[in-house]
């Protein structure tokens, strides 16, 4: 079955703590996205990949880092520095060719930090 | 940069009767794409329909049709024969060639009364 993961699907840390959410696709995309919603908004993007090795920030990019070391995945890394970071996090994958807006979604992290 | 803004935060609607989404967008581009996507409880983000700013037709998916004002940027959703199942959250979404990144409007939360 070809789709995207996104693991664990809870997650709990502690302040000051990083911690890395998962995302892994197998849809041989190339352009990935990591997007994040609060309650009872809509998603902002926080940083996305074109292609391996290469990302750029979006809208809330400070406080998160991420790496695209291979085409499958895209981890993304929740730092200290990030002052509000419970949140619901969303992956997403797109080609880059043919219809690049259409993009799919993993399940989503819902990530608790006290 | 673009924005989308979905000005109701909540709609409600009888099983089996019609309701209609509201969502506007700025932009200065030609070429473009708009989007409604479904977000149910489980949190994973659905596409429900897309319209191609380029085509005059407004799209239509089983129940679920737009109307689209591309002088008005205005793209709403109009959810015919509601059911129990269509009940969730609804957001409307931009892309661009341009921008080469979705940008997604606040959301909807449709309740459907049975």
């Known amino acids: 079955d070809g789709g995207i993961t996104q693991s664990p699907k809870y997650l709990f840390r502690k302040e000051g703590q990083n911690v890395t959410l998962s995302c892994e696709q197998n849809l041989n995309h190339d352009a990935m996205y990591w997007y994040r919603q609060d309650p009872g908004q809509g998603l902002r993007l926080i940083y996305y990949?074109?292609?391996?090795?290469?990302?750029q920030k979006g809208d809330i990019a400070e406080g998160y880092s991420v790496s695209r070391e291979k085409k499958e995945s895209f981890p993304l890394t929740v730092t200290s520095a990030q002052k509000n970071p419970t949140a619901f996090y969303l992956c997403?994958?797109?080609?880059?060719?043919?219809?690049?807006?259409?993009?799919?979604f993993g399940p989503g992290t819902r990530l608790t930090v006290t | 940069a673009q924005t989308v803004t979905q000005s109701q935060p909540e709609m409600s609607v009888q099983e089996a009767e019609t309701v209609t989404l509201s969502c506007t967008y700025d932009t200065s581009e030609s070429d473009y794409y708009l989007f409604w996507y479904k977000q149910p409880p489980s949190r994973q983000m659905i596409l429900v329909i897309r319209q191609e700013a380029y085509k005059q037709q407004n799209a239509t998916e089983n129940r679920f049709s737009v109307n689209f004002q591309k002088a008005a940027k205005s793209f709403s959703l109009k959810i015919s024969d509601s059911q129990l199942g269509d009940a969730a959250m609804y957001f409307c979404a931009y892309w661009s060639n341009a921008g080469n990144m979705l940008t997604f409007g606040g959301g909807t939360r449709l309740m459907v009364k049975p």
């Open positions: 997403a994958s797109s080609t880059r060719g043919f219809a690049p807006y259409e993009q799919y």
């Open positions: 990949s074109q292609i391996v090795n290469d990302f």
